[in-house]
């Protein structure tokens, strides 16, 4: 069947779900894959901005569905690579526009050509989510060391497995390693405790994050960034290699309950 | 919920961390089965209120309480001390059901209330319960025997 489709959900917005997919999807590129992401938040598009993509946008999800486009014109090439393409969502409509039958056979079309197609969901359980969810082979549940972005972890991960497709891959972003040091933020281990579900990338908290989202240059371009580092690591798990996390915390003791593995190198 | 805040304030000095996972632990207990901890209270005041029609309970030492098993099961465990009441001549314990002076005992245990003793018996009652898939709201999934033969 030819590409896999890899939906990044959150259920809380905010978390980091557009940040990961730009980030992946630059990474996985990186690695030599042909990769598309398609920015599933019809209304509220962010992916084009992210990716420094905004000013090339002609055509969008809306009009590929609905026969005003032909799929390859809607497709935006990134500036760096030759292999990565954006659809961007529309900005004008609702996510009514688009149904989950739209997004397997928008999907299917590209399986052919191309190695990942990541879907970045909208917040929330509705119709966004139900479109971005049908057609994955595999879902990553972006959340934060924190209590609500936890809880809606939790919630959006019993859906994935309601709708047979879980149980999904956690990615823990933002999380202050000297926090949980001092026992001030849940640690990964803690929310493996609670969610139960595999981690596939620490994300630590980056200042360059917020530069790169400033400039639409994705962090992971930048190789001074931990959070780069470690977005690059989640898309070479996410290709099947096998990558150790960075264990950060290396006074013993009395955070030994914390021990925090930390992806980046 | 008296215990669960001197729980979390006993272990604030461990951090706020501390906290958060104990407080998420709650909150997802309740979300995993759909019901919420008020429903929660009303649901095992209305158990123990058909227990007390037949037995007499020390209800001071009732402990009905959710277990988490994994992602998808919960199990429902419930520790109901009972009060023996076949030996006659013991004085009455310390429990509200039977507090009640010189062997006179509320309408739900009447005469067996007279002839009460300080021994009980615990009552334990274990059940699993499979969540719903957490999508379908009101679904009740088929009681889940396995659940009960992994136990033995």
Do not use: C
């Not at chain 1, 497995?161 to 001030?184: F, M, Q, S």
């Not at chain 2, 058909?50 to 994994?70: A, F, G, M, S, T």
């Amino acid at each position: 069947m030819g590409g896999k489709v890899v939906t990044i959900s959150s259920g809380k917005g905010g978390v980091g779900k557009t940040t990961a997919t730009a980030n992946l999807g630059i990474s996985l590129a990186g690695l030599g894959k042909r990769v598309v992401v398609i920015d599933a938040d019809i209304g509220l598009r962010n992916l084009d901005v992210i990716m420094g993509l905004e000013n090339r946008i002609v055509y969008d999800l809306v009009d590929i569905v609905e026969g005003r486009s032909k799929l390859r014109q809607a497709m935006i090439k990134h500036k760096k690579f030759n292999d990565l393409f954006l659809i961007p969502a529309a900005q004008t409509r609702d996510k009514m526009a688009v149904s989950p039958d739209d997004m397997v056979t928008l999907t299917d079309e590209l399986r052919a050509d191309f190695d990942y197609i990541l879907i970045d969901s909208p917040a929330g359980i509705e119709r966004g989510f139900r479109n971005a969810l049908e057609p994955a082979d595999e879902v990553l549940i972006v959340t934060n060391p924190e209590v609500s972005a936890v809880r809606d972890a939790d919630r959006i991960i019993g859906l994935i497995e309601a709708a047979d497709k879980g149980p999904g891959k956690l990615i823990i972003n933002r999380l202050k390693t000297e926090l949980v040091k001092k026992g001030e933020m849940l640690s990964s281990d803690d929310v493996f405790d609670i969610l139960g579900v595999t981690i596939i990338g620490i994300i630590p908290e980056d200042e360059l994050v917020l530069s790169a989202s400033n400039s639409g240059v994705p962090v992971t371009l930048n190789l001074q960034s931990k959070a780069g580092m470690a977005f690059n690591n989640v898309a070479r798990r996410v290709i099947g290699e096998d990558v150790p996390f960075m264990n950060l915390d290396k006074s013993p003791g009395i955070f030994q309950r914390l021990v925090q593995l930390l992806d980046g190198r | 919920m008296t215990n669960l805040w001197s729980r979390l304030f006993g272990r604030a000095k461990k951090g706020s961390g501390a906290t958060a996972k104990d407080r998420l632990r709650f909150v997802l207990q309740h979300d995993r089965i759909n019901l919420p901890p008020e429903r929660m209270e009303e649901m095992k005041r209305e158990i123990l209120a058909v227990i007390v029609k037949y037995l007499v309970v020390d209800e001071d030492r009732v402990e009905i309480d959710l277990e988490q098993r994994d992602r998808t099961h919960s199990k429902l465990v419930a520790e109901i001390p009972v009060v023996n009441t076949t030996n006659a001549g013991a004085r009455a314990v310390n429990s509200p059901a039977v507090k009640a002076d010189g062997g006179y005992a509320n309408g739900a245990s009447n005469g067996a209330a007279a002839q009460k003793e300080e021994k009980s018996t615990s009552v334990d009652a274990e059940v699993a319960e499979p969540i719903a898939g957490a999508g379908d709201e009101n679904t009740v999934a088929p009681f889940d025997d396995e659940e009960k033969d992994a136990k033995a």
